[in-house]
């Protein structure tokens, strides 16, 4: 019977830890109550490899114990935004271990909105909105700060007109018609990076990156923004999220092109002018872009 | 309160039972160091901006305990209405009665001004080798003070200073300072900072504050030294403190505008550079009865008029003003002038190179950058952001080699702290970018994984003592 030989096998990569970790926060100011309700996926990569070689458990912090680690810090330094949150359980993990030499968590906040009538705030109930969803990052390598990124996710938008594409590639494959006049629907995805984790207001950058995709879809509200290509849409937002919010080094934007058709009714007698469509969620368009700030040199 | 249970006002023979506990750990301390429950209490709370800040000794050299933080919840009528306790106890000096503790036990202090009216109060908490009954009553006072902060309160009474949030803002000392007790602390760590050791410098300022968090001097001088030594943050608050002490410092205004720049911080950098105007003797006279605007037009027109009142000689602080503002306004040429104008009275300041070449670099002249920052390193090898700066230089002109190889330089000369130095994250991220650029994967996972040894030793550096 063949042995198993372990000398020409060598690590790319390890690390374990707790998915899918949710907690509801709760913090009561009097009658006035505010919640956040998170995800959490904790990864840990760990000093020495025994637990995966040899099967020596002596180095290994229990996945139990790193859901523990997330309720207790929940309760001990509260959350008051998921990207502090997740520095908070990155950095506590590689100082009370001195085996841990990296973590990485990702927190997702599920979008409660505290229901609101006529200006009047309600004092402690909610309803779930899906239009947005937060996320964020952290990865920390031991003895250095954490890179945190946010995020937003599944923002789906749609605008009937001031969208177009023309004067692309054509070759005998292409049967695509240009189009002048065409809805624009996607479902926003973006993820950007910090400059700095200190001191910075992360729901105030949060909402102003979120505002500035908007904004750069939606264009003014009576007459609105011709998109000329999802690319160029998409490296315009990005263009002024940098210039808006210094905080932000660098943010990639995904924008799948989900597509509208018009339906052909000419079969049944019917001249449909654009006015009934059908939405063809596969297959989609897909198109991402990352920029960065060009490296300054410092005074 | 959880308080109540921590170990207080003890006089015991056998010394604190917590300090005993920690002693045994120290003990038994392995490689793979379990949690264990009393370091449930052992977080590391000074990174938080928003909570109250706790300093009792844990074996664990790197985790501070936060009991504190399990009364942050408490309901406001909890709080009762505790008078806010003034800085008195901050001013009393630290004197090194120096009952050490036992080695493996260590603590961090962290100082965080509070926002109140313009009023500033510096909670100090700090740990110093004292008696253990002193050393515990003082925790004990200190947390139970600080339990009744609500780390939600806004205080916006008062204008709000320059770029103030209403989130609060600490600065991060260095665990581990070997010169918490050294006595002139503050002229050492000037010398170190003028000899180029900005690490020990850092360290030596930073006791120096431990000592006396009232000496506005030492937080300038800290401020400034954590700029050369690429660390924007730290320098940004280490000024602001400085003003809250001493509000019409003109270096630290001045030093205070540069880093504000850097940051992109394009309005605040104007105010101060306005707040330099109107605090310099010479110049405050130019300035209107009422309160002028700070917009950038404004206030370079203000700087222009200043340096012509200057016919017998080139004031090159002005002109280093004039400087940073032809930055914010994208005039590089005219920032080359102003800095150039600045050097020809003080040629031998580093600090006016690496301005120079910074300039230079941001308006697309990047081999002549590299002379700028070559002279600023041959006057001050130890000069961190120059080094950096030539780094970005080096990519922007395809030499990519050349600058990873400035900043392992720069991340390795971080590195040689005799307290636990975190290396500059600006440092790490360009040095990513360098190895992207080089079809090397391998070193670039290196660098995603701080490996900075594996990485030195692929550039063929060796370990520089």
Redesign the interface.
């Known amino acids: 019977m063949a042995t198993t030989s372990t000398q020409n096998v060598e690590f790319v990569r390890t690390g374990y830890g707790k998915n899918l970790v949710k907690v509801l926060y709760i913090?009561?100011?009097?009658t006035h109550h505010y919640i956040t309700e998170l995800t959490a996926n904790v990864e840990l990569t760990l000093k020495s490899r025994k637990d995966y070689l040899t099967g020596d458990n002596?180095?290994i912090?229990p996945t139990d114990?790193v859901k523990n680690i997330v309720h207790?810090?929940a309760k001990?330094?509260?959350v008051?935004t998921i990207e502090?949150f997740a520095?908070?359980i990155s950095?506590?993990v590689l100082?009370?271990?001195?085996?841990v030499?990296?973590v990485n968590v990702k927190i997702e906040e599920a979008p409660w909105r505290r229901l609101e009538k006529n200006g009047v705030e309600h004092a402690h109930a909610f309803i779930y909105s899906p239009e947005s969803w937060r996320f964020c990052e952290v990865e920390q390598?031991?003895?250095?700060?954490p890179?945190l990124h946010s995020g937003v996710k599944n923002m789906k938008v749609l605008k009937t007109t001031q969208s177009g594409f023309e004067g692309f590639f054509r070759d005998r494959f292409t049967t695509l018609q240009e189009a002048k006049d065409r809805c624009f629907c996607t479902s926003v995805y973006a993820r950007w990076r910090y400059?700095?984790v200190?001191?910075v207001?992360f729901d105030s950058s949060w909402n102003s990156v979120k505002e500035t995709i908007i904004e750069k879809f939606a264009g003014p509200y009576d007459r609105g923004e011709y998109s000329p290509s999802v690319q160029k849409t998409l490296y315009d937002t990005q263009v002024m999220v940098l210039d808006r919010v210094?905080e932000v080094?660098e943010i990639e934007i995904v924008m799948p092109n989900q597509h509208y058709f018009n339906i052909d009714m000419t079969k049944m007698g019917l001249t449909n002018n654009n006015e009934v469509l059908l939405p063809l969620d596969n297959p989609s368009g897909n198109i991402m872009g990352t920029v960065r700030r060009k490296?300054?040199?410092?005074? | 309160m959880v308080l109540k249970e921590l170990p207080g006002k003890k006089a015991s023979s056998e010394g604190n039972p917590l300090l005993t506990v920690t002693t045994k750990l120290v003990g038994e301390q392995q490689?793979?160091?379990p949690?264990l429950s009393p370091?449930?209490d052992?977080?590391?709370?000074e990174?938080?901006?928003?909570?109250p800040v706790v300093r009792p000794v844990t074996s664990?050299t790197?985790?501070l305990s936060?009991a504190l933080?399990?009364v942050?919840?408490s309901?406001?009528?909890e709080r009762g209405s505790c008078s806010r306790k003034r800085s008195s106890s901050a001013h009393t000096p630290r004197a090194p009665e120096s009952v050490s503790l036992d080695s493996g036990i260590d603590c961090t202090m962290c100082v965080f001004g509070l926002r109140g009216g313009g009023r500033n109060q510096f909670q100090h908490l700090f740990c110093s080798p004292q008696s253990d009954t002193e050393f515990w009553d003082k925790m004990q006072a200190e947390w139970e003070e600080l339990a009744r902060r609500n780390?939600?309160e806004e205080e916006n009474d008062g204008p709000i200073p320059l770029s103030i949030?209403p989130?609060e803002?600490g600065y991060?000392f260095h665990t581990n300072n070997p010169y918490k007790e050294c006595p002139n602390a503050f002229e050492e760590g000037q010398q170190k900072a003028r000899d180029g050791d900005l690490n020990n410098a850092v360290l030596l300022l930073e006791a120096a504050i431990l000592q006396d968090p009232s000496d506005s001097e030492a937080w300038q001088v800290l401020g400034t030294t954590q700029a050369e030594n690429?660390n924007?943050?730290a320098a940004i608050?280490s000024l602001q403190r400085c003003l809250d002490l001493h509000h019409n410092n003109l270096p630290a205004l001045m030093a205070l505008a540069?880093s504000l720049?850097?940051?992109?911080?394009q309005q605040d950098a104007c105010e101060a550079l306005h707040r330099w105007i109107c605090h310099n003797p010479r110049y405050k006279h130019l300035l209107p009865g009422s309160r002028s605007p700070s917009q950038l037009a404004e206030v370079k027109g203000l700087y222009q008029e200043a340096a012509l009142l200057n016919t017998d000689g080139v004031d090159p602080d002005l002109q280093t003003g004039l400087?940073?503002l032809f930055?914010l306004s994208s005039e590089f040429d005219k920032a080359v002038e102003a800095f150039n104008s600045a050097l020809s009275v003080r040629p031998e300041d580093y600090l006016l190179w690496?301005?120079l070449?910074?300039?230079l670099?941001?308006g697309d002249h990047s081999e002549e950058?590299v002379e700028a920052y070559t002279r600023a390193l041959k006057l001050q090898p130890g000069f961190i952001?120059s080094r950096?700066?030539l780094g970005?230089?080096c990519?922007?002109l395809g030499a990519h080699k050349e600058a990873a190889s400035n900043f392992l330089t720069a991340l390795n000369q971080q590195r040689q702290s005799q307290s636990?130095q975190?290396?500059s994250?600006?440092i790490?991220?360009?040095l990513r970018?360098a190895l992207s650029m080089m079809d090397r994967p391998e070193l670039f996972q290196a660098a995603n994984?701080?490996d900075l040894d594996r990485l030195m030793k692929a550039f063929e550096m060796g370990r520089v003592m």
Do not use: C
């Not at chain 2, 990174?47 to 909570?51: A, C, E, L, P, Y």
């Not at chain 2, 720049?261 to 911080?265: D, E, I």
């Open positions: 913090r009561r100011e009097g002596s180095d912090i114990t207790a810090l001990l330094k509260g008051l502090q520095m908070d950095k506590h100082t009370a271990f001195k085996h030499t990296r390598n031991l003895n250095e700060s890179i400059n700095k200190q001191n207001d210094p080094e490296l300054q040199a410092k005074l | 490689e793979s160091r949690l370091s449930i052992d977080f590391l709370s990174s938080r901006i928003d909570g664990n790197a985790v936060s933080d399990l942050d919840l309901e406001p009528s780390w939600l949030s989130i803002k991060y690429e924007e943050q608050v540069v720049t850097n940051t992109g911080m400087g940073v930055n690496n301005r070449g910074a300039t670099a941001n950058a952001r950096y700066n970005i230089s990519i922007n636990h975190v290396m994250a600006n790490w991220a360009a970018i994984l701080g």
